[in-house]
């Protein structure tokens, strides 16, 4: 079955956002399943336009930033 994006619902999303990039946990669930966190970044261009990018490593400045975002994300999972 190929994926459908009309089946992919976010449940939560919140941001953190520096100079250069912005971090976003999520919340989805596909087609009524199981809920999963999923996190993204999205680099700053020159034009300061965001663009999508591989998450990769993270800065301990990004991981501090994020947990509390993790823990309210983790919250919100039923």
């Not at 100079?19 to 999963?36: A, C, E, F, H, M």
């Amino acid at each position: 079955m190929p994926y459908d994006s009309s089946l992919d619902e976010s449940l939560f999303s919140r941001s953190w956002e520096s100079d250069s990039t912005r971090l976003t946990v999520s919340i989805y669930s596909y087609n009524k399943g199981p809920q999963k966190l999923q996190i993204t970044r999205e680099n700053r261009n020159p034009d300061g336009e965001f663009r999508f990018t591989k998450l990769g490593r993270m800065s301990k400045e990004e991981v501090q930033a994020i947990v509390p975002i993790i823990q309210e994300a983790l919250d919100s999972m039923a």
